[in-house]
Structures are given as structure tokens and as C-alpha cells.
């Protein structure tokens, strides 16, 4: 590699590279100051906690991870790491891949209710944004009586378990949603590059571009996030149904409706959701706050689902917001952890009808 003054080498020495990259991380600090977000305490607090628990998830997957020759699997979203209004219920276990190579993802199904593979093309902080390529429930998939599964991911036809790639595939995102994540067991996954290539060192190309991409990235999700944040919040109490196409187009999730509402809670009030669940293969309701993150649902309780809710004599669900539990024999009680306003989330999987809440 050559050090002329063009070259990524001589971005590094010259401090060129990391200037940009502290120049943007400055300007993703103006998106969110400029996000017209709630400016109380604990959410001028969480948006800032936002930002740097973004700028590390990125870095972990794409500084560390990001190199599609060699291939890992990285948790993208868990308890302090989240983004795009999470499900508690989720574990999501991410790849980077290039759409013209092949790759050999194995492991075992675990416990969770539901799993599935998507490859997605492009990316948030992309022009084009993000599109999905494939999306594969993996109990399609040929499995071990002990439930091992290989699957080849790639752009040539293969027997058995195959998944098409295209040119434009980025990630591969595995996703296994349970009713107790905590204490049922997650599946077990490995990814390589199918190629007789040696491991190749780090470089001065990988490292330029991996500061680009992370802080492309942040701003993207940054401005992604926030424009559907400020309508939500916009439309006080109006609930927001998600468009299944567009929801098949950028999360593959073809059979999930989502449903969302900015709620507000004045000292001494309460807010109230009642609905009659459909038959569905999974639902679950969440509170987030403006920055697109769950709240603590390690230490309180911020969600429910349809295996742990409480359901009244005629089958309907009453969920209660308020700052303290009102004890109610058949509610369900979630807890908005100090903050006046912030997101409801609910998802139907798979339902025979979409009731609004």
C-alpha cells in the first residue's frame, strides 16, 4: 500500500480520518438536539445515553464485525442496546455478508417461539435505504431431530437448505422472539464464508472505511428513527398502523402488523388500552420513549405479551399506564419509569384480524 496523500493510510497518519469521524459524531449530536424530541429530564438524559449506546453497537458490529470476508455473529439489539421501538420479547443476532459470496450459517433452533433469517440489502444510512432480500422462518428449514440446521446463504442454487442472496446484500439478521427470553434457551449460531481464502490482517482501507460507515449509520438511524418519532408525537393519542408492504419491504416481517400511539400522563391520571386480542401467533405490547428504545425492562415492568397477560372473563385486555399500580384484579399494570409521555408499540403476529386498540 502506498502512502501518497489521497490514500486511507495517509488519512490515518495525517488524523484526517478520526477528524471526520468526530466531525459527524458532533453532527449526530445536532440531530437529536434538533430532534424536537420531549425535553424533560429523564428524556434529554436517555437521548444522549441513546446516542453513545448507538456509537457503540456500531462500532462492536462494524469495527469489529463488519469485515464480510470473515464473518461473525454479533447481538444487535439487547437490555443496553436498542433502537427502532425493540421488542423486549426479541433476541436479534446480526452478520455483515457481501451478496456475491457464499456463507454457511449453522447452528441450533433453541426454545424460542419463533425464529426466522432475514438478508436485508443497502442500509439505513444508505441512499435507497434498506430493503429486505430474503426472510425465512427456520422452522421451514430441514432440521436434526436434536434441531441442528445448516442453511447456505449465497446467489448459486444449492440442494437442501438454501437461502438466494443478491448483489446488493449487506446483513443477515437472525431473529428468535420468546415468551421469557430470560430463562428459555436461545439458539446457538455460527456464520462463515465458504472459501479456501487464508484470514486476512486488518488495514488501513478497513479501518477509514469502517469509521465511515459507523458514523453514516448513526446519522442515518438518527434521522430515520426521529422523523417517525416527531409524527408519532405529533398525533397525540391517534393510533399510527404500520402499511404491510412497507413493513415487508424493510423488515421482511410480511405477517406482523404494528400499532402505535403516543400517550401523555398528567399527575394523578391514568392512561387505559382495551382490546380484544385475535387468534395470533404472537402479540405483545410495549412502552418506549421518543428515542426509539424500550424502557428498562430488566428492573421494571414495561411490556406484556400474550402467554403473561391477564385477560378478562370475555377474552379482552385491559392495560393500565399509571405511576403507581391500581392493584386492578384483571389489568394489566405497566410501569412508564418516571417519564410523562412516550410510545405504546403493540404487534400482531400472524393474526386472523388486526383489532385497534
Not at 463488519?66 to 439489539?77: I, K, N, T, Y
Not at 421469557?180 to 449460531?189: I, Q, Y
Not at 408525537?233 to 402488523?257: C, F
Request: net charge negative; proline share 6%.
Amino acid at each position: 500500500m502506498t502512502d501518497d496523500e489521497n490514500s486511507p493510510l495517509s488519512d490515518l497518519v495525517s488524523g484526517r480520518a478520526w477528524k471526520i469521524f468526530c466531525e459527524e459524531l458532533a453532527a449526530a449530536g445536532e440531530d437529536l438536539l434538533s430532534s424536537e424530541g420531549p425535553r424533560g429530564p429523564i428524556d434529554r438524559a436517555e437521548g444522549h445515553r441513546y446516542l453513545t449506546r448507538v456509537l457503540r453497537g456500531l462500532l462492536e458490529q462494524i469495527m469489529e464485525g463488519g469485515d464480510a470476508r470473515q464473518p461473525v455473529f454479533f447481538e444487535s439489539l439487547h437490555e443496553t442496546l436498542k433502537s427502532g421501538w425493540d421488542n423486549p420479547d426479541n433476541v436479534h443476532t446480526n452478520a455483515y455478508v457481501n451478496g456475491d459470496w457464499e456463507y454457511r450459517i449453522s447452528g441450533t433452533r433453541g426454545g424460542a417461539h419463533y425464529m426466522t433469517i432475514a438478508v436485508y440489502g443497502g442500509s439505513l444510512g444508505r441512499e435507497g435505504g434498506r430493503r429486505t432480500v430474503a426472510y425465512v422462518d427456520v422452522d421451514d428449514l430441514d432440521r436434526d431431530p436434536d434441531g441442528r440446521f445448516e442453511v447456505i446463504l449465497g446467489p448459486r442454487r444449492r440442494t437442501g437448505n438454501w437461502i438466494e442472496s443478491a448483489p446488493d446484500a449487506t446483513t443477515v439478521m437472525v431473529r428468535q422472539t420468546f415468551w421469557n427470553k430470560e430463562s428459555e434457551e436461545h439458539a446457538h449460531l455460527t456464520i462463515e464464508r465458504i472459501t479456501d481464502d487464508p484470514p486476512v490482517p486488518i488495514d488501513p482501507d478497513f479501518v477509514v472505511s469502517a469509521l465511515r460507515r459507523t458514523t453514516r449509520a448513526l446519522r442515518g438511524t438518527n434521522r430515520t428513527f426521529f422523523d417517525y418519532a416527531r409524527r408519532f408525537r405529533e398525533a397525540r393519542g391517534e393510533v399510527y398502523q404500520s402499511e404491510p408492504t412497507r413493513s415487508a419491504q424493510l423488515l421482511g416481517i410480511a405477517d406482523m402488523r404494528y400499532l402505535s400511539a403516543w400517550w401523555h400522563l398528567p399527575e394523578g391520571h391514568a392512561v387505559v388500552i382495551d382490546v380484544q386480542p385475535p387468534a395470533c401467533r404472537y402479540w405483545g405490547l410495549v412502552l418506549s420513549n421518543f428515542w426509539g428504545e424500550s424502557f428498562d425492562y430488566r428492573r421494571h415492568r414495561v411490556h406484556v405479551n400474550q402467554r403473561h397477560a391477564r385477560h378478562s372473563a370475555d377474552g379482552s385486555v385491559r392495560i393500565v399506564i399509571s405511576r403507581a399500580d391500581p392493584g386492578l384484579a384483571h389489568a394489566n399494570w405497566l410501569d412508564p419509569c418516571g417519564h410523562d409521555e412516550g410510545l405504546w408499540t403493540l404487534r400482531w403476529l400472524e393474526a386472523d384480524a388486526h383489532p385497534v386498540p
